[in-house]
């Protein structure tokens, strides 16, 4: 079994910066794509980001240039750096991992979602 957890999330002032981290636990034989969504009350859940195993990086044009993405495959972690944050980024974020198992080549699994408000 695969569990996603969540850390890193709470209360910031416009312009500050939080760090998300998201570890995978569980019978996990590899992890290909690492994804960060977002989902505001009353919106639907959009990815925010990803990066797959050769480090490659996309971003939604909302974040560009202000948060950045990276992975340590070594913890089986992925983490979001949030920087120059406003009221709008304010949302559950959830991890999203595509990653193999003894009995699946490919599923995917959710994080629990973590609360990002942004406000003064």
């Known amino acids: 079994q695969v569990q996603l957890v969540e850390s890193g999330g709470g209360l910031v002032q416009p312009g500050g910066s939080l760090r998300l981290s998201c570890t995978a636990s569980?019978?996990?034989?590899?992890?290909?794509?690492m994804d960060w969504y977002r989902q505001a009350p009353g919106e639907e859940r959009d990815r925010v980001a990803e990066i797959i195993p050769d480090g490659t990086t996309t971003y939604a044009d909302s974040v560009r240039g202000r948060f950045t993405i990276s992975r340590d495959d070594a913890k089986n972690t992925v983490y979001l750096q949030m920087n120059n944050l406003k009221p709008e980024d304010t949302a559950a974020y959830y991890c999203n991992f595509g990653l193999g198992t003894p009995l699946a080549e490919f599923e995917r699994h959710w994080g629990q979602g973590i609360q990002v408000t942004v406000s003064s």
């Open positions: 569980g019978s996990i034989t590899q992890i290909y794509t």
